[in-house]
Every structure is written in C-alpha cells, then in structure tokens.
C-alpha cells in the first residue's frame, strides 16, 4: 500500500491567494482526519470525516478554511484567501475505526509544507 | 478527555533502552494509552497502544501502571533513528487524537 498519499509536498504562495491541499487516504479507511503543525502550536486537528461526511470541524480557524471529501478516496482542505499566518505544515491521517470507544490507529501522511509570503 | 504530561525532553545513549514515562491520572477506565513518534519533517507514526495489560510489538513496549494512572514506553535498543518526539496520548473520544508537546528523545552515539 501507498500509504496516505497528500499534495503538493510544498507550496509557496503569496497573501490572499486560494490554496488547495489534497490527500488521498489509504484504500479501505473510512476516517481522515486534517492537522495543522507549528513550532508555536504544536500538532492541532484541525476536522476529520468518517465516511465522507465531518463530525467535527471545532479546530478549524475561521471561515477562510474550507474541508471537502467528495469520495472516499479524496479529500482537499482550501484556504481562502490566505495569510502569512497560515503557514505550516498541514497533515492528513486516516484510519479503519474499530469497535467501542478505542481511539484508532491513524495512519499520517508525509504533510504539505506551506508558506504564504 | 485525560489530560497527559510527559518530560519536555530526555536523552538515551544509543544502544541502551529508552524509558518514555507519561502520566494520565484521569484516564478513564475504557480509554486506551496510545504513543506516537514524529521524526523531524515526517508525519506522526503509531508505535503502540494498550488499555490495561502490558503490550509489545516489533518497535517497542508499553508498561502501564496497574491504576492505570501512568505507562511507560520501552525501546529495548535504542538507535540514532529513534531520535524524534514522542506523544503520549490516552483519554481521547472515539476517533480524534490530541497530541501534547510529547517528549523530544534525543539518541546520543
């Protein structure tokens, strides 16, 4: 298996553009998950989806993002328009939910490191 | 959710075990102990989980206190590519993971 598959690896983009982050997750998971990682913030999860629908988007910033999962097998996290203090590393993760209340195995992607000038 | 606290910082001599401590002292009784590593400029990757026995797997070990209140992650030998930051994370919803700052382990040769 691929793995969790996210692009682009890096982004460069200037304030007020639209970004699109994508990630394809790992064949057979019904979860994805996006985060967010800074040196001043540490790793935040920012929404996650279980089957292609969001449970909980409480950790995203503020209206200028934007979660979608058409299918199960794609899902994009847009910012727009964007600001220098979106930049960071942003991961996606998936997982197989089990039973019960256990937290889940979540499988990382290698992260999209954006940068808005 | 519980909340976990673990040392900013530790270093292992390489070939030695590493000895990750965390505590969770409001864990409740049907939340598991999970422990992740992030390498620098990688994602997060699962090492290990565990509920109330100790468990061990091809990377590593995990002791949990018999009150469930704290657990310690074993390297049996560790190696310069272990040295990354370590979350500790237990008490968690179903499906969503909160990673602390963690323990960034540095393995000295």
């Known amino acids: 298996d691929a793995g969790v598959i996210q692009s682009p690896r890096h982004e460069v983009t200037e304030m007020g553009q639209e970004v699109t982050l994508r990630c394809k997750p790992i064949?057979?998971?019904?979860?994805l998950f996006w985060y967010r990682q800074t040196m001043m913030r540490g790793l935040e999860l920012l929404i996650y989806f279980n089957n292609n629908v969001p449970i909980d988007d409480s950790g995203m910033p503020e209206d200028r993002f934007s979660a979608k999962m058409p299918n199960a097998s794609f899902s994009t996290l847009k910012i727009q328009p964007s600001e220098p203090r979106d930049s960071a590393v942003y991961f996606c993760?998936?997982?197989?939910?089990?039973?019960?209340?256990?937290?889940?195995?979540?499988?990382f992607g290698p992260g999209t490191r954006l940068t808005v000038l | 959710d519980a909340k976990t606290t673990q040392p900013p910082s530790m270093d292992c001599a390489e070939g030695r075990a590493a000895n990750l401590p965390c505590n969770h002292s409001t864990i409740s009784g049907n939340e598991y102990v999970y422990w992740y590593r992030q390498i620098h400029s990688q994602g997060p990757q699962y090492i290990i989980h565990g509920l109330k026995n100790n468990e061990t797997n091809e990377m590593a070990s995990l002791i949990i206190t018999e009150d469930r209140k704290s657990s310690t992650l074993i390297l049996p030998h560790a190696t310069l590519r272990d040295t990354a930051v370590y979350y500790c994370i237990a008490g968690t919803s179903y499906d969503k993971v909160i990673f602390g700052p963690g323990t960034s382990l540095s393995v000295i040769p």
């Open positions: 993760a998936s997982s197989l939910p089990g039973s019960g209340r256990a937290t889940d195995t979540q499988y």
């Open positions: 064949s057979g998971h019904n979860s």
